[in-house]
């Protein structure tokens, strides 16, 4: 697997993005670019990445596309088609979003979530993102979530057979789905079940962690790596099974010493093992 982050520069550039990049260490990144005034500087980076060794996990498409409000949901299947073009142009492992929400905040709970209906909207939005790009070196994965399709191997393994299009993968973020004391006990056989059921669909993970607080009703945190009880040592074990390239993204913290500090514990567990990152 290759253990990956984001870096922040004062004086960002195709160059200096790279090379802090391999000074933390890091064989796999997010799409450097996300604005339209930086597309034009795309290939540059690419180029440098590609020259380092270094490969784009994956473009966000962050959105709404099963949105009640029709314009919302048309514009995020928009965006999600222009990102899904982009990660093909660049060969990213995966384009991502959410699901979405039938709810007024686009990554929120809702009643209707988890509805037939609603299901049957996450299939047809995919297939018509899918079918417009139909893409052939990367893939549109779904981020798991609590509260929306998929949120479990089961829902992923479903919407796999219900989409049915060889350009749907899968994204792996086991804290997402930590939902109950019990699962967060025992979340390394989580993390088992779900790679032994889903690996050859994965093309790219997230790396953070959960924590239980003491108060009711239940209520957990995300927080850095180390800091939390995902079980890291069958986290690696797992992942060191699929395809070499799978990266293992560090994400949502908010300094490069937060990035090192997660880097650190992540290495640390790695070395233990005897696993290369």
Known sequence: MRLGGQVFIADKNPESWSQALIAAGFRATTCPVNRDEELPQLQDYVREAEKLDIIISEVGAW???????????????????????????????????????????????????????????????????????????TVFALEMMPWIFPDSADSYLQLIEAIDRPAFGVHFDPVNIICSPRTYYRNGDLIRDFIHRLGPYIRNCHAKDVLLQDKLTAHFDEVIPGQGMLDYVVFLKELNKLHPDTPLIIEHLHTNEEYAQAAGFIRSVASRLGISL
Not at 105 to 115: E, I, L, Q
């Open 63 to 137: 959105s709404n596309p099963i949105s009640k409000d029709e314009t919302e949901k048309q514009s995020a299947i928009a965006h999600c088609i222009t990102r899904l073009q982009l990660a093909e142009e660049i060969g990213a492992r995966c384009c991502v979003n959410i699901a979405g929400s039938r709810g007024t905040k686009w990554d929120g709970p809702h009643p209707d979530n988890f509805s037939d209906e609603t299901f049957e909207l996450i299939v047809d939005t995919a297939r018509q993102i899918i079918d417009d790009v139909n893409p052939s070196r």
